[in-house]
């Protein structure tokens, strides 16, 4: 049976739902409406209505690099015009204190940076464009 709790990520509220294991049973997928939801502005214990799940695959357009996580952009080690191999570093988030560096997917021209050091950023939030 799952259970309910309630954190607190960059000052956002979420209500999200903890299913324990026990010892040999499998971990399963949640189903997409069990994604945290944020909780409403007025820090109301009740949970805010569950919203459609959010395709942030959809708002990455070809040639984007996207986050594999929620952070901080701590440093971007690209600029518009700069040819990049597959491989080459990006930039690098930054999530509970922890650095982890985006890397290219594909060889080309970086033809839009999206972010900057400092900004916060999404799982799945496009970064760079390489053409």
């Known amino acids: 049976m799952p259970r ?7 000052g956002r509220e979420y209500e999200v739902s903890v299913l324990e294991l026990t010892a040999g049973q499998a971990a399963q997928s949640p189903p997409p409406a069990a994604v945290a939801q944020p909780m409403a502005a007025t ?10 799940p959010r ?30 191999a597959a491989g080459d570093r990006l930039l690098v988030l930054e999530a509970m204190k922890m650095k982890t560096p985006v890397i290219a997917t594909r060889a080309g021209q970086v033809t839009r940076v999206l972010v900057a050091p400092g900004d916060a950023v999404e799982g799945g939030q496009p970064l760079v464009t390489i053409a």
């Open 4 to 10: 309910q709790f309630k954190v607190t990520v960059n």
């Open 43 to 52: 820090g109301s214990s009740a949970a805010a209505p569950a919203a459609a």
């Open 55 to 84: 395709s942030t695959a959809a708002a990455a357009g070809a040639g984007d690099e996207v986050a594999g996580m929620g952070g901080v952009v701590v440093e971007v080690n690209v600029k518009i015009g700069q040819t990049v």
